[in-house]
């Protein structure tokens, strides 16, 4: 049997990590410097020639502990992203001894802390409830747009829609999905979730990200949708989250929008230095 190939030219470590199957390649580019373009990041999410995730996250020096900042799989920056920002609070805090830590993302600083049993949380900040903030096409009741459904819409920092529905397994995702993202209502495209109430502080929830598709989890989703399901009055401000990939906690409190929930280093890797040339 011949030799693996244990070539000594690449170029970049990174990491793959999820939070509830939603995931994600990872970066220190504090180490090792990293510039991303639309086309290395469309590159890299390819699941058959590249690496394969739904966001691509790059860790930078910055305020804070680290700065982060997030690429969708279509090549599109997120100003957010709540599972990704998990994985790397566990990450830091494995690798510090560190059990409460902040970092700078676009949507501002996000306080993180271990919560014990595994599990860590992210503070994503209060939710963004005005037309602007979101931000939407005009001045309109962000509780139920004139939208088929009377969705929600909330910003976390990206921007989100919120239909519920009886039940979240018989819409056809892909299509009402991909519709929505793009409803000219909302000029940088949307999340859309689909959620059903299964319980006084329980929800099932399924979801369609902008630049990425159908995806297993989300949490700035999730937590898009614990707001919007309490202020409907639908739940309490505490609610639990059943998605595709497994269940996150939400909270929202005085100080922002608190996400509970488990994350998975799944595996170290290098990027070859012909990988990363060919798509420049």
Request: one cysteine or more; aromatic letters at 6%; charged letters at 20%.
């Amino acid at each position: 049997m011949p030799a693996m190939n244990t070539r000594t030219d690449t170029a970049l470590p990174f990491m793959k990590m999820h939070g509830l199957g939603n995931d994600f390649v990872v970066v220190d580019a504090r180490a090792h410097p990293f510039a991303v373009t639309p086309t290395l990041a469309r590159a890299l999410a390819d699941r058959r020639r590249g690496v394969g995730f739904d966001q691509l996250a790059v860790i930078h020096d910055g305020a804070g502990d680290a700065e982060l900042r997030f690429y969708n799989a279509d090549g599109s920056e997120s100003a957010a992203c709540g599972n990704a920002t998990r994985c790397i609070a566990r990450h830091l805090m494995d690798a510090t001894g560190r059990t409460d830590l902040t970092l700078t993302t676009a949507r501002g600083p996000l306080r993180a802390r271990d919560a014990g049993g595994g599990l860590t949380a992210v503070n994503m900040g209060p939710p963004q409830l005005r037309w602007d903030e979101i931000p939407l096409a005009g001045d309109m009741d962000t509780l139920e747009l004139p939208i088929e459904g009377g969705p929600v819409a909330t910003g976390m920092g990206n921007p989100h829609c919120t239909f519920f529905v009886d039940d979240a397994e018989v819409i056809a995702l892909a299509e009402f999905g991909a519709r929505h993202e793009h409803h000219p209502l909302y000029p940088e495209r949307t999340n859309v979730q689909v959620a059903q109430i299964t319980g006084p502080d329980r929800i099932r929830m399924r979801v369609w990200e902008r630049g990425v598709g159908i995806t297993l989890a989300s949490g700035s989703s999730s937590c898009a949708t614990a707001v919007a399901a309490a202020r409907r009055g639908l739940t309490g401000r505490h609610v639990t989250i059943d998605l595709d990939g497994g269940t996150l906690v939400i909270d929202w409190r005085d100080d922002g929008v608190w996400m509970t929930g488990p994350t998975t280093h799944v595996f170290d890797g290098v990027l070859t230095s012909a990988f990363l040339a060919a798509p420049a």
